[in-house]
T-cell receptor, first 117, second 115 residues
Framework: EAGVTQFPSHSVIEKGQTVTLRCDPI?????LYWYRRVMGKEIKFLLH????????ESGMPNNRFLAERTGGTYSTLKVQPAELEDSGVYFC???????????????FGQGTRLTVV | GEDVEQSLFLSVREGDSSVINCTYT??????LYWYKQEPGAGLQLLTY?????DMKQDQRLTVLLNKKDKHLSLRIADTQTGDSAIYFC???????????????FGAGTRLAVHP
């Protein structure tokens, strides 16, 4: 079974540019999450999809961030326009059932390291 | 509030035990987790404990939970160089739609194992 894959692994862009991150969850996992770790700080929740629907997007920093999950398969996270403070590692995770459900594990991808210069 | 606190760094000698501590704020968390991140890799679930348990042991790992003090610890026995990584404590938190659908992480503890 393939794990959660994220693309690209690294991205360096200039302030004001647009970047799109992609996450391919484990096949059959309805739940998909985006998290971000900025500057060695805590890993912060961004949003949660159940299939193609946004279940909770309370962690999205502002309207420069747009997440989509067309068809309930892979997801993209677009940052437009990027600012310096958007630099960090963006993690995607997927799970068959919601986190906190008994015997449910969230599987994380390796992350995309975004650097805005 | 949504706060999980961890010390940032721990250095131990190979063969010794490591204890990584964490405090959390949400008393209604159902599960508490320990994740490990090795250099260049994603987050790997190490172990978790259900909130009605005090202790869980899994080979070299022992998790202790003190609900009264909202304190979670991870003990690694016979620490090896391969254990060098960042360890993240996390709690579940209720999402908007009900159910526990968020993980709230600490900043991570970097464990360095030296000979």
């Amino acid at each position: 079974e393939a794990g959660v894959t994220q693309f690209p692994s690294h991205s360096v862009i200039e302030k004001g540019q647009t970047v799109t991150l992609r996450c391919d969850p484990i096949s059959g996992h309805d739940n998909l999450y985006w998290y971000r770790r900025v500057m060695g700080k805590e890993i912060k929740f961004l949003l949660h999809f159940v299939k193609e629907s946004k279940q909770d997007e309370s962690g999205m920093p502002n309207n420069r961030f747009l997440a989509e999950r067309t068809g309930g398969t892979y997801s993209t996270l677009k940052v437009q326009p990027a600012e310096l403070e958007d630099s960090g590692v963006y993690f995607c995770a997927s799970s068959r059932q919601g986190i906190g459900t008994m015997n449910t594990e969230a599987f994380f991808g390796q992350g995309t390291r975004l650097t805005v210069v | 509030g949504e706060d999980v606190e961890q010390s940032l760094f721990l250095s131990v000698r190979e063969g010794d035990s490591s204890v990584i501590n964490c405090t959390y704020t949400d008393s209604s968390s159902t599960y508490l987790y320990w994740y490990k991140q090795e250099p260049g890799a994603g987050l790997q679930l190490l172990t978790y404990i259900f909130s009605n348990m005090d202790m869980k042991q899994d080979q070299r790992l022992t998790v202790l939970l003190n609900k009264k003090d909202k304190h979670l610890s991870l003990r690694i026995a016979d620490t090896q160089t391969g254990d060098s990584a960042i360890y993240f404590c996390a709690e579940t938190l209720e999402g908007f739609s009900g159910g526990y659908n968020k993980l709230i992480f600490g900043a991570g503890t970097r464990l360095a194992v030296h000979p």
